[in-house]
């Protein structure tokens, strides 16, 4: 059997400092005019405030420009909503924000017509009110809101479609939680994704996600060296939100089925459990997670189009750089290369997929940007990266609920421990399961692995979870 592409004299590559993988086998192309990846490109694209769970965000979002198209809400719409497998398996249990404990992508999209204004794109409920809430809970019970599962999609896709008496509206967003692809009215195109952008790229991959994953690991390390004042504060803004979500859930008052912030601080409390720069990581992550996922009305700033992944790209590593007494320069640059390194795994798993990202990729990331705090070499900074992936590759995405803070939780802390024993010394230099000594190839082998191992992983998590009696 033959090797897989990316595969081929890979096992020549000792270390990083190797030349790119793609100049090994000629298949490089040379970066001239075409190569448009650039730091602020991926900054606004990668790194964006979202306001609870970005699937129901995303349902959220269609649906609400789709009514903005129709120009008015009604009190019996017709809402129908179509959507991918992941959309539809992360949406499903999990907290919708300022809807008191409610939860999934049907209250979501009811919610998006009644309130939603798509300028705000996924922090699209933010002007939510109780009597909003409310009129989105008739329309839920008078069977206003249709939901369907195209088992053929993949990614990120969501098509609302509204009909009311003033007409039907269409609203696709694809390739993109925030991503809107077109906008119809009584079957006139009112909006669609230019034509040079489709020429260029799928609306399932942007063009510069695409030649991220084309980049060598060592390359993309050295974009952060691009970062200006502009950037910085963009970065230091996600630390303000994310301990302002975290501070929210370490008081207590959540709408969470099951309260680990709680049970963790009396845990810390009984001196059960060691209170520590470790524990304090597990501490703050796990309560930014469960707020957000209890659907606390608090927005955090997402990573690779995820809310959790930019709790797990970001809380580690700030509270890291803090103990370690950094400046807001040196933890922005940190912070950088942690979301940088989050999306060089998560371009080739997909921006949604079986596997969870918040461990695999955010985790990976995170522990990235603190082997840099620490000190460390890109050979040490790679090395932190792939013992995350050692340990944590395989762990499942069973859709968005609370217990995806524990999730948070382990991977923040195994991101710190990763960081430190790469720095003492530990190093992959012999293949070790998914993980290879080359960077760029463990992350396509964890993209093998999430697309053509784990096809059929969504379709059995969903199957599993429409059994349970409270769907």
Request: proline share 3%.
């Amino acid at each position: 059997m033959g090797l897989l592409p990316w595969k081929r004299n890979s096992r020549k590559i000792i270390t990083e400092k190797v030349c790119c993988f793609l100049k090994i086998t000629g298949l490089e192309e040379e970066k001239g005019e075409s190569w448009m990846f650039n730091l602020k490109i991926f900054l606004e694209n990668e790194v964006k405030p979202a306001l609870g769970c970005t699937e129901p965000g995303a349902v959220a979002l269609a649906v609400a420009r789709a009514r903005e198209a129709l120009g008015n809400v009604e009190d019996s719409p017709k809402i129908s909503v179509k959507v991918s497998p992941s959309i539809y398996k992360n949406g499903l249990d999990v907290g919708v924000p300022g809807a008191e404990g409610a939860r999934g992508n049907v209250l979501a999209a009811a919610l998006g017509y009644v309130c939603g204004h798509s300028e705000y794109s996924l922090e699209v409920l933010k002007d939510s009110t109780s009597e909003d809430l409310h009129r989105a809970r008739d329309i839920v019970a008078s069977g206003g809101v249709d939901l369907s599962c195209d088992y053929d999609r993949t990614g990120v896709y969501v098509e609302a479609l509204i009909s009311q008496s003033s007409g039907m509206a269409v609203c696709r967003i694809e390739g993109g939680h925030s991503r809107i692809a077109e906008v119809t009215r009584n079957g006139e195109t009112l909006f669609a994704a230019s034509s040079d952008q489709e020429e260029k790229t799928s609306p399932q991959e942007p063009e510069y996600r695409r030649e991220l994953r084309q980049m060598n690991y060592e390359d993309v390390l050295t974009l952060a060296e691009d970062l200006d004042e502009e950037d910085e504060a963009h970065l230091l803004r996600g630390v303000t939100m994310n301990l302002e979500a975290a501070a929210f859930g370490l008081e207590g008052n959540l709408e969470s089925r099951l309260h680990l912030v709680k049970h963790l601080k009396a845990l810390m409390a009984k001196h059960k459990i060691s209170d520590d720069l470790l524990a304090k990581i597990r501490l703050y992550a796990t309560a930014a997670s469960e707020a957000r996922m209890a659907g606390a009305k608090k927005p955090v700033m997402s990573s690779a189009g995820s809310g959790n992944h930019g709790i797990t790209a970001i809380l580690p590593v700030v509270l890291v750089g803090e103990a370690l007494g950094k400046s807001p320069r040196e933890v922005a640059k940190a912070l950088c290369i942690s979301h940088l390194s989050t999306s060089y795994v998560k371009a080739r798993t997909g921006i949604l997929s079986p596997i969870c990202g918040c461990a695999v990729a955010a985790g990976s990331g995170a522990a990235a940007g603190i082997a840099w705090l620490l000190g460390g070499s890109p050979e040490q900074i790679a090395g932190a990266m792939k013992l995350v992936l050692a340990n944590l590759s395989g762990l499942v995405c069973d859709g968005a609920k609370e217990s995806c803070a524990l999730k948070v939780g382990t991977a923040s802390c195994e991101a710190y421990l990763a960081a430190l024993m790469a720095l003492e010394g530990s190093t992959v230099d012999t293949p070790q399961g998914l993980v290879d000594p080359v960077m760029r190839v463990t992350a396509d082998d964890q993209g093998y692995f999430s697309t053509e191992g784990m096809k059929d992983t969504d379709r059995a998590i969903i199957r599993i979870l429409e059994t349970h009696s409270h769907y």
